[in-house]
């Protein structure tokens, strides 16, 4: 390789970690990334990288020495647009009333639709940026954001203006999913089937003429959206040119993950309850299984069997899911803690779910997810020695210095 002049130079890492093939990871010990640019340029022992490099004025050196540098982490599945807080709901459920009875009785996602349809554009885009920002330091570097608490049209067009907004103005890279069927708002109650054609009948296709929504995605799940609607909606969405993914298998077995796989979904969330034809065809059609620890934690509820997807050669990935009802974590740290302790993934496995698989999850993995030269520069550098000292300190944050696209983002 000729010699270059690289932008960031992160030299002498205790550890550089990079998910490699299958479920490795690839460790380097005193390791080094060059950046250039937008861009890793080169990767390998700082002895090996070092050589490689002209050193000239502007050039950024960090030290990393005792340190892990790793991707950033991306976070598949949030629904962090909204306003208003769902504290009181959660004092209910700890006195023992269910998610679903709650919801039942027009709290739930309703209570959120209720302060986020009152909010404008600005102060939604205001209260987003403000969970980002914990969120980058937390170490994400992408998130997937849904619509889902307007459920009318023009709700559901400001919360997609909203998820741009949020994203030109802070370093956290968005990747917007139109989520429609979130719920049945409390207007159409009696009239179930009129807005499932809202839906599919005006929301898509006004939703698909923004062009500010790459996914769509349906809560698939008894009492709100069923197999056969939330199949409309998707098949619907894809004409028009947005990726189906689906809340599937959450709190009922209903079907959802072979749903996902029938209409080739990118992902199918959750699946708490997925059963085996639902793991077999979501391996046959290269749906990618997204697992939301903090939620069954949150809900104090069963966890989706991990073990069992990655046994059968699924790309499980992990994701907050935050959200002001069933799950406020933030951190991906965390939800890497909780999928080892819970979910029983080693700190290997859940390293890689929540980078690699993780981008995989919204089709981003050939641009983020790992370190490698050419891909894009979201770096992380983590104030420990050792990649599996993340799960260890459970609820701690090890995040040292974030890098987005090649530039300082965050350094403490
Ligand atoms: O992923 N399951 C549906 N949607 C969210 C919850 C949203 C809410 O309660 O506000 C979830 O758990
Ligand atoms: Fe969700």
Known sequence: MDMFTPDLLILNAAQLVTPGKGWKLKVIKDGAVA????????????????????????????????????????????????AGSRAEEFALRLQGMPYMEIAKRGGGINSTVKATRKASVEDLAGFARERLARMLGWGTTTAEVKTGYGLSTSSEMKMLQAIRLAADSQPVELVPTFMGAHEVPPDYRERHQDYVDLVVDKMIPAAAKTSLAEFCDVFTET???????????????????????????????LGGAELAAEVGAVSADHLVYVSDSGIAAMKQTGVVPVLLPGTSFFLDSKYAPARKMIEHGLPVALATDHNPGTCTIEGMPVIIG???????????????????????????????????????????????????????????????????????????
Do not use: W
Not at 370 to 381: M, R, S, Y
């Open 35 to 82: 950046v250039k640019g937008e861009k890793i340029a080169a990767l390998g022992k700082t002895d090996d990288v070092l050589p490689l490099v002209k050193k000239t004025t502007g050039l950024t050196v960090i030290d990393a020495a005792g340190k892990v540098v790793c991707p950033g982490y991306v976070d598949p599945h949030t629904h962090l647009v909204y």
């Open 223 to 253: 009492g709100v959206f069923s197999i056969e609607e939330s199949r409309r909606i998707l098949l619907k969405a894809k004409q028009m040119g947005m990726l189906p993914k689906v809340h599937a298998d959450e709190i009922t077995p």
């Open 338 to 412: 909780l999928a080892c302790l819970k979910l029983k993934m080693t700190p290997e496995e859940a390293l890689i779910a929540a980078t690699l698989n993780a981008a995989k999850a919204i089709r981003r993995d050939k641009l983020v997810g790992t370190l490698e030269p050419g891909k894009q520069a979201d770096i992380l550098i983590l104030k420990v020695p050792d990649y599996r000292e993340i799960p260890y300190h459970f609820g701690t944050n090890p995040v040292d210095t974030v890098v987005k696209k090649g530039k300082v983002a965050l350094s403490s």
